[in-house]
């Protein structure tokens, strides 16, 4: 019984392993970023396309592009064929996320820094001592919490930024799906 548990076990794990390897992209392209992806297209004409990118399928990108009415701003689809496409730069909002992560690992720093760098006072009794080593430590947080926001937000906003060789090669298209498969899981 024992070892039919186990033989159970080892085909479950090898199912699961199997069913990793293959998510992501499958053999034929239908991509759909979960995250707003900004993208720059330049064409083999050298015409440029900018807008945000809403598709990839097996031989067309779909962009949605804005554009400003008096009023309003109108949002239409475009559609462009993969053979003609020369390179694609991708560009996603990351600033708030690097200002929360900047802010969040910064404060924590210095909350460790400032409650370690607190001696005890042998005048005072233990809870007196507790409450100035978390007071000089929120101090360190607060200390460490602003620079870290504004260099994370600098960092997020410009380490988001990737150029991508297409050529019209379906290649090239899948080593890029692969990235934005990433970019949208870590949002």
Not at 161 to 184: E, Y
Request: hydrophobic fraction near 40%; glycine fraction near 10%.
């Amino acid at each position: 019984m024992k070892r039919s548990y186990i033989t159970c076990l080892y085909f479950l794990i090898c199912f699961v392993t199997s069913a990793q390897s293959n998510t992501g992209i499958s053999s034929s392209l239908n991509f759909t970023p979960q995250s707003q992806l900004k993208a720059t297209i330049r064409l083999n004409n050298n015409t440029v396309t900018k807008g945000v990118l809403t598709q990839i399928t097996d031989s067309t990108i779909v962009l949605s592009i804005s554009s400003q009415n008096e009023n309003s701003i109108i949002y239409t689809g475009s559609t462009i064929s993969i053979k003609e496409i020369k390179f694609i730069k991708i560009k996603r909002h990351a600033f708030f996320l690097g200002m929360a992560c900047g802010a969040v690992v910064t404060g924590f720093v210095g909350y460790a820094i400032g409650r370690g760098s607190y001696t005890d006072d042998p005048l005072v009794s233990g809870d007196e001592n507790e409450n100035n080593a978390n007071l000089k430590g929120y101090k360190g947080a607060l200390i460490g919490v602003v620079p870290g926001a504004v260099i994370g937000s600098i960092i997020g906003s410009i380490a988001v930024k990737r150029k991508f060789i297409i050529n019209g090669n379906m290649k090239n298209i899948r080593s890029m799906m692969k990235t934005l498969w990433q970019f949208s899981e870590h949002t």
